[in-house]
Antibody, heavy 120, light 105 residues
Framework: QAQLEQSGAEIKKPGASVKLSCKAS????????IHWMRQAPGQRPEWMGW????????KYSQTFQDRVTLTTDRSASTVYLELNSLRSEDSAVYYC?????????????WGQGTTVTISS | DTQMTQSPSSVSASVGDRVTITCRAS??????LAWYQQRPGRAPKLLVY???KLQSGVPSRFSGSGSGTDFTLTISGLQPEDFATYFC?????????FGQGTRLE
């Protein structure tokens, strides 16, 4: 059964960086793109970007372009999101999800989420 | 960016009721729309993809329709486990954007 397992909760100070992981199991991570979203309390989810784990190519939302980096370690079946220059507004639950273009054209499997709290 | 306007933001209903949730896109997205169910503290669950196709394992009381800019999710015969938050996601153009969610209570 395909699953995405995310790393544990993080507490960071403003200005710091955070690196989150998303480990795939039950399928080959190279087969599908991984997308990242975040959801602040009471807010709609916000799309951040995506990475092709097969070749490492990534595309980012302009909102996060200057602060986010997506990387992959295929040997570990893991994708990473690094967010820099953290501020209080970055406090949210961060999700990774798998995109199945054919036949779904949708994100079918999501990780359980990682809570990131920014606090001085 | 494509803005997604979802309504209503919340709806009160009872077991057995029929509920309809709508999403309107600020520009045409063909049928690149998905619907998700989210329970508190849980990851979103895919219900409907490409506007009208039911994801495997999702009960047939869920249905989706629409294309272009107007989309609906209908739940016919609400069950206790359906009381959750629902949101739409447009995949027609980057950046992908979400509706603000509908809380079914």
């Amino acid at each position: 059964q395909a699953q995405l397992e995310q790393s544990g909760a993080e507490i960071k100070k403003p200005g710091a960086s955070v690196k989150l992981s998303c480990k795939a199991s039950g399928y080959s991570i190279s087969d599908y793109a991984i997308h990242w979203m975040r959801q602040a309390p009471g807010q709609r989810p916000e799309w951040m970007g995506w990475i092709n784990p097969d070749n490492g190519n990534a595309k980012y939302s302009q909102t996060f372009q200057d602060r986010v980096t997506l990387t992959t370690d295929r040997s570990a079946s893991t994708v990473y999101l690094e967010l820099n220059s953290l501020r209080s507004e970055d406090s949210a639950v961060y999700y990774c999800a798998r995109l199945v273009i054919i036949p779904l054209g949708a994100l079918d499997i999501w990780g359980q989420g990682t809570t990131v709290t920014i606090s001085s | 960016d494509t803005q997604m306007t979802q309504s209503p933001s919340s709806v009160s209903a009872s077991v057995g009721d029929r509920v309809t949730i709508t999403c309107r896109a600020s520009q045409g997205i063909d049928t690149w729309l998905a619907w998700y169910q989210q329970r508190p503290g849980r990851a979103p669950k895919l219900l409907v993809y490409t506007a009208s196709k039911l994801q495997s394992g999702v009960p047939s009381r869920f249905s989706g329709s629409g294309s272009g800019t107007d989309f609906t999710l209908t739940i016919s015969g609400l069950q206790p486990e359906d009381f959750a938050t629902y949101f739409c996601l447009q995949l027609g153009s980057f950046p992908w954007t979400f509706g603000q969610g509908t809380r079914l209570e």
